[in-house]
């Protein structure tokens, strides 16, 4: 199972949006509905922000938001904050196994 | 509150075995599937293996099939990763991470992880 693509990095300045695509196949991200969005900051661990595509557990804030189209998920940050400066990873269900994002760096400039 | 807490990581020989625990609490444990995921130093995050949550249904990324193996002891609230020939490439914080639902489907808590390194 090959790893979902993203773009390695991603940047903004604060208060303006940025948006990373997960682009994968019609056997992962295509497929199904369980594409979630994770956020890391160095030394701690991951954070759920986005699960099934577009929902959002409860204490992340609205300024996180996903979509998909086709074999592309897409996760769009609005009003950045410097808070917002961490590594971003999608992942989707594979039809038996699960597969991770190559990952995308934010930058909050 | 949910807590996941990861241990039995260290520095092994390639070829040798280790055992991964993951102690959970704040949550009706066996209503939930478990994940194991690991970051290389420098890496990407990679999927390992999940278990359902009465244990009858056990997955395997690639790179791990055949060598490590996922279990849980409910009557615990324990999940366990032995993972057997250990390789170079299997260096890694390995995180134990609590599933939304039984059967599978999206990491939600996440514990700290455990330092595995593989070197000679």
């Known amino acids: 199972q090959s790893a979902l693509t993203q773009p390695p990095s991603a940047s903004g300045s604060p208060g303006q949006s940025v948006t990373i695509s997960c682009t994968g196949t019609s056997s992962d991200v295509g497929g199904y509905n369980f594409v979630s969005w994770y956020q890391l900051h160095p030394g701690e661990a991951p954070k759920l922000l986005i699960y099934e595509i577009n929902k959002r557990p409860s204490g992340v804030p609205e300024r996180f938001s996903g979509s998909k189209s086709g074999n592309t998920a897409s996760l769009t940050v609005s009003g950045l904050r410097a808070e917002d400066e961490a590594d971003y990873f999608c992942y989707s269900f594979a039809g038996s196994t699960y597969v991770f994002g190559t990952g995308t760096k934010v930058t909050v400039l | 509150q949910v807590q996941l807490v990861e241990s039995g990581g260290g520095v092994v020989q390639p070829g040798r075995s280790l055992r991964l625990s993951c102690a959970a609490s704040?949550?009706?444990?066996?209503?939930?599937?478990f994940h194991w995921v690991r970051q290389a130093p420098g890496k990407g995050l990679e999927w390992v293996s999940i278990?359902?949550?009465?244990?009858?249904?056990?997955v395997y990324g690639d790179s791990v099939r055949g060598r490590f193996t996922i279990s849980r002891d409910n009557s615990r609230n324990m999940v366990y990763l032995q993972m057997n020939g250990l390789r170079v490439e299997d260096s890694a914080i390995y995180y134990c991470?609590?599933?939304?639902?039984?059967?599978?489907?999206?990491?939600?808590?996440w514990g700290q992880g455990t330092l595995v390194t593989v070197s000679s």
């Open positions: 278990v359902s949550d009465d244990g009858s249904n056990k």
């Open positions: 991470a609590k599933d939304r639902y039984g059967s599978g489907g999206t990491p939600h808590w």
């Open positions: 704040g949550f009706i444990f066996s209503n939930y599937a």
